[in-house]
Structure formats: structure tokens, C-alpha cells
């Protein structure tokens, strides 16, 4: 007997307000959108023209670009699971990273939701919690690592006298910060004492309650696949090239854009713009971010030097690359891997 579709399951658990703040936050998203776009019509028209005149040709080439972004990060996800006893192939975890990319993106709580989804899916086909949270965790610390690295490189490379100076300090701090705390995590998983010292502190605190115990031994248990499926200091290579070619991909896409615009990259500023917005994405204020990020980057690629229209046109060519193109794509994904029933003892 196959697993049941786990997207019907979340929702019928969501609090009634969580729902109603989120249709809140959209109808005052709509509104607000309306009134820009009455009083920035002259900047929206010329965009429309240059979004017109866009090179098929050389948007093909950002839309390879995406697809390699998200072949990339389904990479880093397979080779984290390379110790599990069936690894799925590289099609199916490609498959995986499409349909979540999706789920996150137009439906309420959809990060939350997409990583259930995926974890359950993933124990359907003989991957067992344990690791398929651990996968995640550290895919997702590995791709918050790289990213930061990619701003710092951007405002390094940025001109130090160019706009909005003070804020390539504020990228490197930012950076190394986040950094401190990734590697920092990082180690104590792999210290056998620290582990031990969270383990007697659950224990302390579960005390009798059966529920938290359970939560306790969970997180033990991804802790110790944490640690399991890092490499060790000398082989962090490979998944460290893969995170990073997730972004630099995406962002390489970003630029083919502008090329296909026949706007000027600007070359000096181009990844902090792309680095800052892509920060913005991760807060999803938004249903998939949508408006925050048009709005992000367009006033960020102002910052570097473009006209408005351009920047705007920019913005909603990339958004159209990253975010719409892949949802039917991502959505044709859940559907397959939702209603696949695996072989094997995990599909019963």
C-alpha cells in the first residue's frame, strides 16, 4: 500500500488565523503594487518596451543557466546522501528540488511545508528521517556559507568609492558572521563531548514527558547523521563547488538577463545586488517573495547605475527565469513523486 499525498496533511492543521494573516498580507501586497504601478507608469512602460525587444536567443541562455543552478543544488543533495542504503537518482532528486522550490513558493508556510513533503517522500523511498533532516540541515547550512562567501567576493570586487559605500563593510561583517556560526555548527556535530552535553541536557529537560524524550532522541539521531555524512576536512570540495554553483549559476542568470535586455552589466556591483536580493527572497514576506524581490533587485540595480526602467525590466525578467518558468515545471514534479509508489519495504 502506498503512502498517502502528504500535501493534504499540513493544512488541515494550520491555525485558522495563519491563514487569514497570509490572505491579509496578499490583498495589502496587491494594493500596494497597484498604487506603484500608477505612480511609476512612465518607468513601467519603458520597461515593457525593453522586455519586448528581449533577445530569444540570449534568453535561452539564462534559462540553461537557471536549470544548471538547480541541477547544481540537486547534485549537493545526492552526493549527502551518498552513504544512504538506496540513493534515488539524479533525476529523482533534481525532481525533488523542483517540486519544494515550488511548494515554497505560491502556497502559505510553504517553506515548512515543502520540507515535510520532502522528508516524506524521502522516507518512501528507504531514506530514513534521521537523514533526510540531516541532508537538509546541512545542504541548507552549506548553501547559506556559500552565499555569504558570494557577497563577500561582490563586495570586495564593488567600488569602494561607488554608491552606498558603508555598505560593503556592513557585507563583510555580515559575512564572516554567518560564516563564525556555519563552521562553528558544523564542529559541534562532529564533536562526539558536545553531543553528549546536549544529549544529558535533553534529558534533564524531557524529564518524564514521553513526546519530548521522543524529540530528544530524534535530534540525536540527526546529529549523529550529521556528522555521518560530512566529509572530512581535506574532502569538502566537492559539496562546498556544488553549493556554490547553485548560486553562481543563478546569478550568471541574472547577468544573461541584462545581456538579453541589451542592458550594460554592471559588472563591480552586479553580485551584491544579486546577493542582497536573494536574502530578501529567504525572509517569503511574501507568497514566493513576489514583489519583494522585483522590488529588491530593481532598486538595488538602480544603486549600481541602471535607469529604472532597465532595472525594472531586469528585475522581472530574472523573476520570470527563476520563479515563474520553474513553477509548472516544479508543480508536474510533486504530482509524479506524490503519486509514484516506490518498490520496496519503504513503499508499504
Known sequence: MSARPSGAVPAAGRPRWQVWAWWAGLTAFVAIAAVAAASHRHELSGASQLLARVSPVKLTVAVALEAASFLALASLQRWLLR??????????????????????????????????????????????????????????????????????VGALVANPAGPAPGLRAVILVSAAVLATVTVSAVALTRSSAARGVMRHAGNRVAGNRPALRRLGKLLSEVLHQAESIQPGLRHWGRPFALASLNWVCDAAALTACLWALDIDVPWRGVLVAYGLTQISISLRLTPGSVGIAEASLGALLVVQGLRADQAIAAALLYRIVSFWMPQPVGWASWLRLTLHSPHGPAAR
Do not use: D, E
Not at 102 to 123: D, E, H, K, Y
Not at 128 to 147: E, F, K, R, Y
Open 83 to 152: 552513504r544512504a542504503v538506496v540513493r534515488p537518482g539524479l533525476g529523482t532528486m533534481t525532481a525533488f528540488v523542483l517540486a519544494a522550490n515550488a511548494m515554497a513558493g505560491v502556497i502559505p508556510a510553504g517553506s515548512a511545508l515543502s520540507v515535510a513533503w520532502a522528508i516524506r517522500q524521502l522516507r518512501r523511498r528507504q531514506i530514513g528521517l534521521a537523514l533526510g533532516v540531516a541532508m537538509l540541515a546541512v545542504s541548507g547550512a552549506l548553501s547559506a556559507l556559500t552565499l555569504a562567501s558570494l557577497l563577500a
